[in-house]
């Protein structure tokens, strides 16, 4: 009886992923804020800046009209929009039809890791990274397999790592960001291109998640597009386009997965949210106010490398570009998770602890979103290096 009970009540073993840490710094943070103290806010990744007045505009007209389900692979304007993005920003031709409207690149990973890999699975990923890749591949089944990364490599995984982490047991797929997070790392036109190679040479599948473009600092990212026609390629409007709440991206799939994925998306959610997708089309038309949001990031990380070094935090990964620089705070503590609470309650500056991107040595380093104010990055680096000076 007792047993029952029990099972009712359990939640399942797919379930059991862990949270995300960044929430509990948040959640930290306000508490600060509701005793009366101002917090600047460098733990969150997104935007300061709200969507273009592009979107907002179209938004705002829509609002007046029924909003009911779109087709559910995406407005069809907005498909071709999207593919024409392609051709501007990349010079490089994509198929509308190829195209897939999401919400987010969120859901973008749930449907393309149902449409390309059977439970048992095994997908490289590359340490550090976006956490929530492998809870997510866990929770529906497939096995993270996590290939830790350094400096040798610029922090990306190369053809030689995927071949023998592929020699070991079989790989299925293989997942990498470009700007990446928590890094900001990017990797090279070459590197990209080489890495896809030798993953379609061994029959492993591709999957470029391109949410950072547009935000590249050191040199312009590259788009699996143009590269291969069989890789899955994730985008979204949360980063460049500043609409992470509009809960709106998009992928671009070779032309076999589209009915499988038109299939999904249409179980599992019907369409996108249509205001969400009429502010999108729109989006691409503030291009101009998007740049100049860009160029403050670009300050903004001008003040972080000019800044933190002398502050004390001298060691960071290559800040290619997104908004985060990556520091290594192993000077001053081997616990990233205690450091960035004691950093928060006595200096009132938020950041993340590298735990949450990197469970091998993520202990050793903070992150921190420069997608603030370029007064915030002044102020943080003075109170932060007040704080190690102490
Ligand atoms: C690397 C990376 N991919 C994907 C996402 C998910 O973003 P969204 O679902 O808002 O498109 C994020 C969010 O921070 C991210 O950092």
Redesign the pocket.
């Known amino acids: 009886m007792l047993d029952a009970a029990k099972r009712l009540m359990a939640p399942s073993a797919r379930s059991d992923v862990p949270p995300f840490m960044v929430m509990d710094v948040m959640a930290a943070a306000a508490r600060i804020e509701a005793a009366g103290s101002r917090v600047i806010h460098m733990e969150v ?2 935007p300061a800046a709200s969507a273009p007045t592009t979107a907002l505009d179209a938004a705002r007209a829509a609002l007046s009209g029924r909003l009911a389900y779109t087709e559910t692979l995406g407005i069809p304007s907005l498909r071709a929009r999207i593919a024409r993005h392609y051709t501007e920003a990349y010079g490089v031709e994509v198929d509308p039809g190829r195209v897939i409207v999401t ?7 749930i449907l393309a890791f149902l449409a390309l890999f059977e439970a048992g699975d095994r997908v490289a990923i590359a340490v550090p ?2 956490p ?2 492998r809870h997510i591949l866990k929770a529906l089944g497939c096995e993270p397999v996590m290939i830790e990364t350094t400096a040798a490599t610029r922090f990306a995984i190369t053809p030689d790592m995927l071949r023998e982490a592929h020699r070991r047991t079989p790989l299925s797929g293989v997942l990498v ?1 470009s700007p ?3 890094t900001g790392t990017m990797m090279t036109r070459e590197a990209l291109a080489a890495l896809i190679d030798a993953a379609e040479g061994e029959g492993i599948r591709f999957i470029s ?1 391109e ?2 473009h547009g935000l590249d600092y050191a040199f312009p990212a590259e788009t699996a597009a143009r590269l291969s026609g069989n890789a899955v390629i ?6 460049y386009f500043c609409m ?1 709440g509009w ?3 998009w992928m671009v799939v070779p032309e076999p997965l589209v009915r499988p994925i038109d299939r999904l998306q249409g179980n599992l959610a019907i369409s996108v949210p249509t205001l969400s997708q009429i502010a999108a089309a729109a989006a691409f038309d503030g291009g101009a106010e998007m740049e100049a949001i860009k160029h403050g990031y670009e300050e903004n990380r001008r003040i972080l490398l000019n800044e933190l070094p002398k502050a004390g935090l001298d060691t960071f990964l290559p800040v290619d570009g ?1 908004f985060y620089l990556y520091a290594d705070v192993s000077r001053f503590s081997n616990d990233s998770f205690d450091f960035a609470k004691r950093m928060l309650n006595e200096t009132h500056v938020a950041a993340t602890p590298g735990v949450d991107f990197d469970p091998l040595h993520g202990t050793s380093f903070l992150r921190f979103c420069y997608a603030g104010s370029r007064d915030e990055m002044h102020e943080a680096v003075e109170r932060v290096g007040a704080w190690l000076r102490r």
Request: aromatic fraction near 16%; charged fraction near 10%; charge should be positive.
């Open positions: 990744g997104q919400t987010g690149s969120s859901a973008a990973f990274g976006y929530p890749y960001a990446a997070n928590p998640d949410i950072y994730i985008n979204s409007f949360s980063k992470t809960r709106v991206g997104a």
